[in-house]
């Protein structure tokens, strides 16, 4: 099944979902892709019982976001205290979902799950050609 296949499968089971279920599958998705140590602080701070540390984390890292002029503060911190703070605010809920569906229309391939792109069955590239006009 071709990368395009799965992400027009992934669409269709989408779409049969709630939107509730559909938009928490396009995060896990992207929870999926972050580097091995950051997914578990991420999933904890996504259940519902992290209220209490996830909403005065998404303030801090808004806060740090706005004085990002300062060193060790960045431009950074302002969309992850917004995508925090969304799981509790229903209008940044709305806008974080609308976000994510343009993402997933102008890049699917971020939604594909890690061992499904490497199962692609992509066409591969042909030998390089060296400067010499001799295959290598």
Known sequence: M??????AKARLCARAASPRDRDHHLVETLIDRL??????PTRWLRRPSSR????PTGVLLVLGGLLSILPL????MLPLGLFLLA????????????ILDRIQRQRPHWF???EAAGSSNAPSLPNPVTPFGTHS
């Open 73 to 76: 503060l960045g431009l950074w």
């Open 2 to 7: 071709t990368l395009l296949a799965k992400t």
């Open 87 to 98: 799981e509790d605010m229903p209008p940044l809920r709305r806008t974080r979902n609308r």
């Open 112 to 114: 594909v799950s890690e």
């Open 35 to 40: 580097p091995g140590r950051m997914r578990s």
């Open 52 to 55: 209490w540390v996830r909403i």
